[in-house]
């Protein structure tokens, strides 16, 4: 147990992990040792950012996708997804209600729906900035040239969210079809940090044929990329997809894993995902007491939200925009923490 603990504390200072101690964290730690390091990480992030978290209110405005990933619900191929596009204003009064309820940062979430052209992406985040000026917004509508993310940068949009999914090209290439690949993935991520975004990177946990190996090119590419942003989840099988009976990721692997990346990035905006909530009833409570700092909300009108469906289970699919802001904010102070109604952007930032 002292060992452990002085290996946390080595980890924390150096703000380095070997592979081997990255998979005894993951795979042999008793609870004991992950409370250590919970503990730790918990400690570190309200160092930084106080006992309190920050909210994105997340707006799923399209699930039209012309992509193909094997993991994905709303991937091209499932006949059975109902699709549905939001309208300027629609989405408009998604904005205005988050507002009303404290929210500070919109996200605005998609498949890869060519109906949206740069000139529409633009229009949107133009037309919710001269609404709401003193809220940011974040994109994460997939791969995009380097020209249209100026585009949108320049119209407004501050932050960008696209997973990697997985920094290892033979894993990427096991769960994307073969018109899809990591080098372009990252390339896009390089891109939007040159132009000024605050990014965020990520990957879910326990995807078909992940290795400890893949988990820790993943952790050497975020230190290379230096994200502002890391986005981890489980994996979590969707019936119409061809990943339908692979096991889903589990939960406290990805609840130490964010642990060990408030340790290694102690700055870092870290979310404790709705795919975590769906793994644990009380997967968010456990990822901010993990170090997490995030909670991304629905703000989706609820009859859409059992539409965006990327995998099966998916939590508060049948509440209200008020309802699960309510239910969370509740939560967190269950936990003892606070909702900041503040924009919540990464410290370099401020
Ligand atoms: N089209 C956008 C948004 C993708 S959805 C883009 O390309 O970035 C956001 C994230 O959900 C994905 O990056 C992926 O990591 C995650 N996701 C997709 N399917 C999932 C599944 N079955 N289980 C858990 N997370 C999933």
Redesign the pocket.
Known sequence: MEAFKTKIEELAESRKITPEFLDYILHQATEEEREILCAKARKTAQSIFGKTVYLRGLIEFTNY?K?D?Y???IRLSNKNACRYRLSLEEILSCCDKGEELGFKTFVL????DPYYTDDKICELVRAIKEKHPSCAVTL????KSYESYQKYFEAGAERY???H?TANEEHYAMLHPKNLSGAHRKQCLRDLKKIGFQVGC???LGTPGQTTAHIYEDIQFMQELQPHMI?I??????KD?P?HDRPSGSAEETIALLAVLRLLFPKVLLPATT?LGTADAFGREKGILAGANVIMPNLSPSNVRDKYL??DGKICTGEEAAECNACLRGRMKKIGYEVADVRGDHPDFI
């Open positions: 996708c992509n990933c993991y994905c619900g979430q998609g498949g890869e994460s509508i997939g791969e969210l696209l997973r999914e990520g990957i879910m986005g989840g489980p994996f979590i099988a969707h997809t990943f795919a990327l995998y």
